[in-house]
């Protein structure tokens, strides 16, 4: 217990292909202390984490855990060695109970081997009640809801008893309630001399929770600040290596008619009764908690999925939109949250990419017409100001937010008039995400409507007209930009106040 | 449940329990569970009206024993399956142990012993001899999706083909006959009127079962297909428990390689054609899912055999012709799956 360091993270690389995560990075945690890490996406704060939970090896560095130098092979390494973590991706399994889950790989054994559910039961029953968590240990996973779900990835974090927490946005989907007991549990453990890295991209909770914040950037170690010593301001310029006005390229635009508006819609365990509008020019916003139903809401508008209730109009006249043929027919265009998954053709070029939605208008006779392909495609690169070898190159070897603005093409060569980012700027440097801001404005100049999903609050504040806020499934509220503060539209996402719609009409 | 000091504790109220809906939800709540039993007990009562021969001892036996090798193998590839995988050996791997055990098998007395220097041998033997080969085709099976993170549908589609191939050059392409009466008696004997091999089911499929729901190894099968990074941040050791499933799946092929050589009283290098196809068609039938991990039960797999078996057996007592049998079971193949899917997707 005589470390004054429990972990010390000394000249850390790590590499991927076209990326470097982490560049020679330091973090000094102080034994019983709360640590925050802060940093935008894709500062490389996750990528550290999994290297310290096993998951990643890095290039080079050093890790001193307790003193001594250690080498983390694995997750399993990772816990033997005092260290465990709440992952920022839900990771549950479905079919399994809470007890089974929590226990997983530690589950008591009785005479033939055989696992002894009953003091399963009771250990995970002790857990949670020392917790205070209300959760039946023996129901299965399935049957939760996600913000219970993180209540079990954190009660699981802490059963390994371990020296040091990593908790990677642990409440990302929890309301504010519970995140109060959360504190209370993070308090208990620290004077219980844990210590504790807290990985978060809330600013109150921050100055609430944390003793020492350390900040990255694009993976680089910016520095580590005592908490009482350091201003919000001071932290987000750090954070974002510039003053925040610059951030968020807004300009004021001419707003049109009504080009999409969606009447009660309903799809039971979903979402419900939600109705909105969105206007030529303008770009409205959609916030809310992890599992608040925002994705699900426009996937279905964009005719992905079923609904039970609910009229989509465009432009004024009702339309029935089946599937995303439909949805583009009419006009819409959606660049979909998971890059990766529902996105790219990671081993298609450029070109492939970019042309795939609008390939009905390039179709001749037994052909396709490859030079107005080249031209459209060259003149998207020009625009959007890709960087690329040329059209050919794969796309998995582009940057994120290159990617990113390989996709957006796609759906501008189909010449949308509604378009739909569902997090448009995930994951991606802060170069790239200030170039899509200031093409999400120029486009809405062009009088196109514009619907954007965010988690990140600053995003959201900074880019939109109008802000619609939902919770589990409900449409809690709808802000005007001018009345618009992170602390409002947090007290909608969470449940906490259901306000009126205070625009919109 | 809700008293004044829990109010102040974290999380929803708590979930589970009895169902406040009465009866209807406990019907609903053995449906999701055993509803594939329902579907079994109507076939077996509409089976005995169609032919009053059905529910003879005598039949229902022959039933059970007619489906004793599907059922053995359903056993271990229920377990692949569990664990987002899919076993195709298992066929070539009766065929390899059938060859192989009995080639240790024969009797002093046959002219045309395959090793005419090791006849007569021990009982023991051929058992432990054929035992040993389908748990190592089994074992490569799980080493090459363990280690080389190929799909386990090729990887033991290679292994299908080339156990095949193997079955065939050991025995030289000629079937391994003259056995010896010890070890036909695992196949053709009875024990209190039951066949052995009925009973080395029942016993197996047991074992398997608590295998499968109370160990560790049975449950981080189920963690590993139903999440497999889960299964990795909650310290299993993913490959290991794929190398030892799979290995599980090539013992129970070799078990029911031996029962059907014993049965016929002849290795041969053609046997098990068809049967990985057929056990899987079980394990399914069963409810256990081919779209996602983590979901499958032994006893929804013994009832998914008997399901086959009683099947089988309906359309040869109705003297359905042999062409339509075929178009019959697919149908009920696809059948039962929707049906399944859709039951699950009730429950969310």
Same mark, same amino acid.
């Given at each position: ?317 009702? !339309? $029935? ?6 949805? #583009? /027919?009419?006009?819409?265009? =959606? &660049?979909?949250? @998971?890059? +990766? ?8 070029? !450029? $070109? ?6 609008? #390939? /009905?208008?390039?179709?001749? =006779? &037994?052909?396709? @017409?490859? +030079? ?8 998207? !690169? $020009? ?123 | ?348």
């Amino acid at each position: 217990m005589a470390y004054e360091n429990i972990l010390e993270v000394e000249h850390l690389s790590k590499r991927f292909p076209g990326v470097v995560a982490l560049d020679d990075v330091e973090l000094r945690v102080k034994t019983g202390t709360v640590h925050a890490l802060m940093g935008e996406n894709g500062a490389g704060k996750s990528t550290l984490m999994k290297v310290l939970n096993g998951m990643y090896k890095p290039d080079s560095g050093v890790i001193r855990f307790k003193g001594e130098p250690i080498t983390i092979q694995d997750t399993r390494s990772a816990i033997l060695n005092g260290i465990s973590m709440i992952h920022q991706e839900l990771s549950p399994i479905p079919q399994m109970t809470v007890a089974e889950n929590i226990f997983l790989g530690r589950e008591p054994i009785g005479p033939l081997g055989l696992i002894n559910y009953k003091r399963l039961k009771e250990m995970t029953q002790e857990l949670l009640d020392r917790l205070s968590i209300r959760i039946d240990p023996s129901v299965k996973v399935v049957n939760l809801s996600v913000a219970n779900i993180q209540l079990i990835e954190i009660a699981k974090a802490i059963s390994y008893n371990a020296d040091l927490i990593i908790m990677d946005e642990p409440t990302s989907a929890i309301t504010e309630r519970e995140v109060e007991d959360l504190f209370k549990i993070i308090r208990a453990l620290r004077d219980g001399g844990k210590s504790i890295i807290y990985i978060t991209h809330k600013m109150d909770e921050v100055f609430h929770i944390a003793d020492y914040v350390t900040i990255f950037r694009d993976g680089k170690y910016i520095g580590t600040d005592k908490a009482d010593s350091i201003t919000k301001q001071v932290l987000i310029e750090k954070m974002v290596g510039r003053a925040l006005d610059e951030m968020f390229y807004k300009e004021k635009t001419k707003v049109g008619e009504v080009m999409l508006e969606a009447r009660n819609l309903t799809k039971t365990g979903q979402f419900e009764d939600v109705s909105f509008k969105v206007h030529r020019g303008e770009i409205l916003g959609i916030s809310g908690l992890m599992g608040a139903g925002r994705t699900e809401l426009l996937e279905n508008v964009f005719g992905i999925t079923s609904r039970e209730s609910g009229a989509v109009l465009v432009k004024g006249k009702e !339309v $029935r939109i089946k599937s995303p043929a439909d949805a #583009i /027919r009419h006009g819409m265009a =959606l &660049l979909t949250e @998971d890059r +990766k998954l529902t996105g790219l053709y990671q081993m298609l070029s !450029v $070109r492939d990419n970019m042309y795939i939605a609008n #390939i /009905r208008s390039y179709i001749r =006779l &037994l052909s396709l @017409d490859f +030079k107005k392909i080249r031209m459209d495609c060259e003149s998207q !690169v $020009r625009k959007l100001r890709i960087k690329t070898p040329s059209l050919q190159q794969t796309i998995r070897n582009l940057s994120g937010g290159n990617q990113q603005k390989v996709l957006i093409s796609r759906w501008l060569l189909t010449d949308p008039e509604i378009l739909i980012l569902d997090e448009p700027t995930r994951g991606i440097d802060v170069g790239a995400k200030a170039e899509i801001h200031r093409l999400m404005t120029e486009l809405a100049k062009a009088g196109k409507a514009i619907i954007m999903i965010s988690s990140e609050l600053p995003e959201i504040l900074g880019m939109s007209d109008r802000i619609l806020v939902m919770h589990e499934g409900r449409k809690t509220g709808e802000l005007a930009r001018e009345e618009a503060t992170q602390e409002k539209i947090m007290n909608l996402a969470t449940g906490e106040v259901e306000a009126i719609a205070a625009n919109g009409q | 449940m809700a008293s004044k000091a829990e109010e102040a504790a974290i999380g929803e109220k708590p979930v589970g329990g009895a169902g406040k809906n009465g009866i209807l939800t406990t019907i609903k709540a053995m449906w999701t569970k055993i509803g594939i039993l329902f579907i079994f007990i109507g076939m077996v009562i509409l089976a005995s009206f169609l032919s009053p021969a059905f529910l003879k001892a005598n039949n229902l036996m022959n039933v059970v024993m007619q489906v004793s090798y599907i059922g053995l193998i359903a056993l271990g590839v229920t377990g692949v399956i569990v664990s987002a995988g899919v076993d195709l050996s298992s066929g070539s791997i009766v065929a390899l142990t059938a060859v192989v055990s009995s080639s240790f098998a024969q009797r002093p007395d046959w002219a045309a012993a395959l090793f005419p220097g090791l006849t007569g041998l021990p009982f023991i033997v051929p058992l432990m001899v054929g035992l040993l080969v389908g748990s190592l085709v089994g074992f490569v099976n799980g080493w090459l999706i363990a280690k080389t993170n190929i799909p386990p549908f090729i990887a033991t589609l290679g292994t299908m083909t080339a156990v095949r191939g193997l079955a065939q050059l050991y025995s030289r392409g000629r079937p391994v006959s003259g056995l010896s009466d010890a070890y036909n008696f695992i196949g053709q004997g009875s024990l209190f009127g039951v066949p052995f091999a009925v009973l080395l089911l029942l016993v197996l499929a047991i074992i398997t079962h608590f295998m499968y729901s109370r160990t560790r190894f049975g449950r981080y099968v189920y963690a590993i297909g139903g999440n497999v990074n889960a299964a990795r941040v909650s310290g299993i050791n993913v490959g290991k428990n794929l190398i030892l499933i799979y290995t599980f799946a090539g013992f129970l092929a070799s078990v029911a390689g031996i029962v059907v050589a014993s049965r016929i009283g002849s290795g041969q290098p053609g046997l098990g054609n068809g049967y990985e196809l057929q056990a899987i068609t079980a394990a399914v039938i069963g409810g256990t899912s081919f779209s996602s991990g983590g979901i499958g039960t032994v006893p929804g797999t013994i009832i998914g055999t008997l399901i086959i078996g009683v099947l089988n057996n309906i359309l040869v007592l109705t003297n359905v012709s042999a062409y339509f049998q075929d178009i019959i079971r697919g149908i009920i193949i696809v059948g039962a799956v929707i049906i399944d899917e859709r039951r699950r997707r009730v429950r969310k």
